[in-house]
């Protein structure tokens, strides 16, 4: 019984946390910009909004397009749920669930594709043949991120993987998972999720024909993966398992604030990368993480 | 002896439909699905009880005494042939009909009929000659198998392909068995792992079986193969009589020492076909081209698992090995389903729009659901996703890795590269199968045939609704199939007796159902908030475009474009355009193909090479009796001279 409310419990942390963290974004674009920028809870109030609304589906979908957006945003979650939260540690934790929580990612990919594919558009097309490549090179770099955690750790097990700091090559793997978190949550300079041309999205254009709760269930899912990527990147850096509980919660919640913010310079200060850049970038990420890799060896074995 | 009693019930009921399939179809239906029963009954007796059941009649062939032998190894690979033949059996009843196929029809059920007995008997001989046998007469009933429609020019040049290939392979098992039997002085196999002089032979099986599983740079049949065959043919092809190398190699490897540089080669081969195997495939547009390479793809995965379990047998630390070894050896059942399942829905779609072409079809869930859904769940399993079997097998494997990564030996400077490879394999095998999904199956369809497809006979879909219950059913509960792949395992390696279910393996199962369950309840809750918000129809985004057509979606060949462009240097993508020119462009095409690059860049150019210098020497051949003379005289010479120049010795 209490496993089970301890799983209630973590789901709506993840559930009722995560939309702030694009508001928080947002409100850092504004500030630099000089604008006054929509409220932190925007996005709550969208959410509320679209699950209300009726939906407009395209003519050309199958009977499996809603069932996308909603396995999708159940992957999502439940590799939250795989991540430790803190000094909360995890509900549920066996050797292997990093992977698991690498290949849960993979079918929110695989559902959202489906979907965009489902609406015969070009543009939906083109956005989707973005995502599943520029996955791939993502997809490396944080498999080589888990490799360092687990060689650090001697753990396959999400739940001691993220307990202490990644040693000497915590500064790579800072650097490289947040590069993989702009690129997995088509942020700027990988994606721009203000954009209006459908030529140059990536994740925006996938959701096109998306409305009412299905689009508020892509949203959502969203702003989990985003929170998800912020505390794994959080929880690498800091040795979480060395502090005392408040200070763990403090730590992690200033550093998951710090990454929004990050972002959000990023997004204010950089332009989008032309596509056929975005492969060296992740190159790039996947680098750091096989450096870190390579401290993580020398480190221990010395 | 009920292993005994049951694989004779196996034969007599092949025989029995080897004998009706020309007369009486359905007695041939019957009869090969009791055979396959009774066979995989057979197998899992051996793989639930773990006795080995072996017979020797006195009874000789070729002058060698019939020994057949059934141990854990042989029924996990049994296993597999039985549940294939079955379903492929029965979905050829429906989808290769005398009606159809009046000719070849009931010739290709005794042919199956064939290719099944002897990939029995490859599984059961206990002995160098009789395997060596029943490997020929299993890979010439293949042949005729693929080349059922012989009118046909490219089935001719495939079958001829794969004959090819295939004798180079039995080549080297010759000389394999024909050595072994000359150094051990007996053509008996079984376990000789302590006698170290025996290892060089391995080479020869691994180039052997090599070419029969189709590793990367030996697997240039197997594309053209797999695409001409009928797709019943197609699924055994791929689904069991390539895992005929795999056994071969497990077998072997497990008999006879190893080498540790065979060792090393083969996971490294491993991890060079799972990703140049998925690359290929992204560049096909023939839907059963495709799927042939993905093949390659896993053959590579299996081979990861084998590899590492044999790196590490050299290295005495068989803790992590083990789970490699489990992950490849259950990669192999896992494979076969869903690999069996993805052909029986591409020759569904085959049967019902005539084309294999990718490009005109699209949409097609409309006029067959039961088949895009089958086949939409072959493709998330291929690609490894959870809570389906193909994510557990790669599960175990990457835990093998993980865990050899960690002993930070010389296997870990291996295991990084193949973790990370593997990683991106899985991800570009899900590039392959959204691609392949979504332009197949999703969208409008782009021609006129595409539009008026048809769903398959009831014959066809059992078949294939039973492989998809099977890949679910690995996927929730695969502690249940462990024991199997434990008792195969411990048969390979004795000193990995009785291991227990490995702890995580529940904890994943838990996660996988749970996963299930709450995706499925999400879909439906979400489902009925929209119809209680209120549902309108409208057409898809177009951008105010006046007249959008079906032609206009996303092809399957720019869909891969981006991917594709970053393995060109192995691709070699031969792109024939015109571009629209001038003001008003009158035409303008474009063109892209990918070629079997091994076979067209190195293979064919070394045979042209090796035809032009034997046609430079035929000249020698003449016929004209004076030269012949002349030649003799200088050969005596040249013996003369080196008669003298030897001879003041």
Redesign the interface.
Known sequence: MTTVLDILLRLAVWLLLAPLLPGVINKVKAWIAGRRGPPVLQLYYDLAKLWRKGVVLSTAVSPGHVAGPAVAWVAVLSAALLLPLGPAGTALSFRGDALLFVYLLAVARFCTSCAALDTASAFEGMGVAREVSYAVLAEAAVITALLTLALQSNSVSLGTMLVPSAGAGAGLLAAGLFLVLLAENCRVPFDDPNTHLELTMIHEVMVLDHSGPPLAAILHGASVKLLLFAVLLAETVLPIGKLSPLMATAALAGSVLVVAVGVGLVESLFARLAFRRVPMLLTTAFLLSLFALLAAWKGAGA | MIPGRLLLLAFLSLIVGLVTARRAPRLWLAATLTGAGAALAAATGVLAGGEVWEWRPTLAVGGEAVHLRLDAVSAFFLALLAVLGGAGGAYSRAYWTDAAHPRSAPSGRAWWNALLAFMGLVLLSANGLHFLIAWELFAVSGYFLITRERHRREVRQAGWLYLAASHAGTLCLFAFFALLAARTGSWELGPMRGRAELAPLFWLALAGFGLKAGLFPLHIWLPSAHANAPSHVSAILSGVAIKMGIYGLVRFSGWLPVPEAAAWTIAALGVVSAVLGVAFALGQHDLKRLLAYHSVENIGIILIGLGFALVAAAHGNPVWAQLAFAGGLLHVWNHGLFKALLFLGAGSVLHATGTREMSKL??L??AMPWT?GCF?LGA?AI????PLNG?VSE?LV??GL??A??S?SSAAWVA?PA??LL??T???A??C???V???V????PRTETAKHAHESGWFMRVPMLVLASACVAIGLFPMFFWPAVARAAAAWQPAWADAPV???LY??SA?NI??AL??LL??A???R??RR???????????GYAAPS?R???TAG??????TG?FAWILRPERHAKLPEGNFPAHAHFAEHTPETVLEKIVEPTGRLVMAVSTAVRRLQHGRLQSYILYLLLGLIALALLAFAGGGR
Not at chain 2, 383 to 386: A, C, I, N, Q
Not at chain 2, 441 to 444: D, S, T
Not at chain 2, 533 to 543: E, I, K, P, Q, Y
């Open positions: 699209g949409g869930w409309r895009a939409t998330a690609s490894g996703l959870p994510f599960w990457y835990l993980f865990d990564v960690g930070r990084v973790v990370v990683a991106m899985g991800a570009l899900l590039a199968f959204v691609k999904v979504g332009v199956f999703l969208g409008l490995p702890e995580p904890a994943l996660c749970t996963f709450l995706g999400a879909a809750l979400l489902w908030r929209v918000n209120g549902l309108s129809r409208a057409v898809t985004w177009d951008c079906a206009m979606q996303y720019s869909f891969a474009g981006i991917i970053w």
